[in-house]
Structures are given as C-alpha cells and as structure tokens.
C-alpha cells in the first residue's frame, strides 16, 4: 500500500468528522473506527471485512471507493481536491448515519464479528495450503474400480460438499451465475409466466447460495439470498401477492448481491434499504406463518 493512501484516508476521515457533534457512547465508536482503519497495516484487508458487515457495509464501501482512487488508479493531481471533497462528503454521511443507528455495545459486537471473520480468513487460508499439500500426495489405489471411481464422483459432485470445499473464484461464478437465473425468474413473475416446478427450484439454488455466502463470510449477500428465498416461498404458497413494488426490492436484493461480489464502486445504499426493507415486512409475516 502507497503511504500516500493511508495519508489520503486520514485526512478524509478526518475532514469527515468536521461538523459533526459527537454524543456519548458515539466518540468511543468513532475513535475505533479510526484504530481499525490506520492501526494495522492491512487498510485493504479491514475494508474488505466491512463491506461484508450489515452495520459497516456503508461505510467500507464509501472507504473503499476513497482506497481505490489512490490505490488502483493512476492521480490526476488536477482533480484530487474535487475527488477529496466528494470522499469526504460520502464518507460524513456514512459516519453520521453510523452513530445515529447503533449504540456504542452493538457497535462493540460488530467488531468481535470483524475478528472473527479475520481468524476465519486466517485459517481458511491455512486449511488451504494443507489441502493442497494432501491432494498433491494423493495416489490412486489398484481397488479404485469403475465402481468406486463413480461412487467417489457421485461424493465430489454433492451438494454439501461443494458448499464446504468451492473455491472464491468458482464461488463468484456460481453467484454470478445465479442471478441471471433469478432475475429472468422475477421477469417471469412479474408476467405470471412461471410453474412451481420452477420456482421451487430456484428457492433451492437461492438457499445453496445462502450457504456458499454464509461458507465465505459474505454477511450482507447471505442475507440478501435470505430475503430472497423467503419472498419465493411466500410467493409460491400465496400468501405474498406479486406486484411491481415486490419485484423492485426481489431485484434490489440481486443489485446488492452483484455489486458486492463485483466490488462495484457506486452508491448502493438505496437498493440495500429498499432491500432490508422487504426482509423486515417479511420478518413480520414469518411470525405468523410458518416458511
């Protein structure tokens, strides 16, 4: 990392800060944001780790867009000022909506969920190495008959197996994948041009994909699969009337799936509280039925 990006960062951070009246329980939150971010010597890594926060998501992602422009990009000196003010505005925002909406003892268990997302990461890389390791000594056997071999493909290609074992970049490609087939399902929908044969096998790809996500410690993309695979089966049994308002937060839902799985840079904050909108509506259904 540049030095000149941490630089960028703090004075953003810190220009963000400007104006804003800070209560009790909101400095301790600010002030661990900032150990978080210019503490350690992975501002990249802890980015990445908020984005996949339901709480810090905002954040990181505005963060994020402020990381990229002087990480990954190449300055035009001309115009850092107007790119500074923009980061700094977004980054204000984010901060204020932040203190306003959690309290300084939520805040401190979002940041034992970032730890351990850290020790997580930390050692899936180190399963990975030794995975690796076994399949490299691995030599078949003289029983490994055509029988065994269809068996042990059988195994390899199951459902859980490929839950636990998929790889990030086979895991972005099976998401990726997917949402093309969800939304040509809610077009279908929305035209009452579906069977349940159908529908129920997209609730069963959204549900795999809710694992995946979960597996690969994509908090806000497990619940966005979440919101969707409830709003299917409520569908399906008929007790969620379609219309275009449903379909519009169904499809919110892909947009934050596909721009946190993409690392798209832009503002996706409209679609993820249209979004979670539609998962507490559905949270009030859920107690009175049973999904």
């Known amino acids: ?43 990249k890594g802890i980015i990445e780790r908020m984005k996949k926060s339901t709480e810090l998501s905002t954040f990181g992602i505005k963060v994020g867009e402020a990381y990229a422009f002087i990480e ?31 309290s300084w003892e939520n805040f401190q ?68 994948d997917s949402v093309k087939k969800i939304d040509e399902l809610l077009n279908n929908l929305q035209e009452n041009n579906y069977n349940d044969e159908l529908l129920l096998k997209c609730i069963k790809t959204v549900e795999t994909n809710k694992t995946l996500s979960e597996n690969h410690n994509f908090e806000i993309i497990t ?16 007790i969620v009337k379609i219309n275009n308002q449903l379909i519009y937060a169904m499809r919110s839902c892909l947009i934050v799936i596909v721009a946190i799985i993409k690392d798209k840079k832009v503002d996706i904050t409209e679609f993820l509280e249209r979004a979670e909108f539609l998962g507490r509506e559905l949270d009030k259904i859920k107690q009175r039925e049973v999904i």
Request: aromatic content about 6%.
């Open 223 to 238: 619940k966005m699969h979440g919101i969707l695979a409830d709003s299917l089966k409520l569908v399906g049994r008929d």
């Open 1 to 43: 990392m540049k030095d000149i990006t941490k630089t960028y960062l703090e004075q953003c951070f810190n220009k963000a800060l400007t104006g804003i009246q800070l209560k009790a329980g909101q400095v301790e939150i600010v002030t661990k944001l900032r150990e978080l971010l210019f503490e350690g010597n992975d501002i």
């Open 72 to 102: 990954e990009n190449e300055i035009d000196f001309s115009s850092v000022s107007h790119h500074f003010n923009e980061h700094t505005e977004k980054i204000s925002q984010t901060i204020r909506n932040l203190i306003e909406s959690v």
């Open 109 to 176: 268990r979002t940041i034992a969920r970032l730890n351990e997302l850290e020790l997580a990461e930390e050692e899936g890389k180190k399963e990975k190495e030794e995975q690796i390791e076994f399949m490299l000594d691995y030599k078949p056997t003289e029983n490994d008959d055509e029988e065994t071999l269809e068996m042990k493909k059988d195994f390899i290609l199951d459902d859980e197996v490929l839950i636990r074992d998929i790889s990030f970049d086979e895991y972005r490609e099976k998401i990726l």
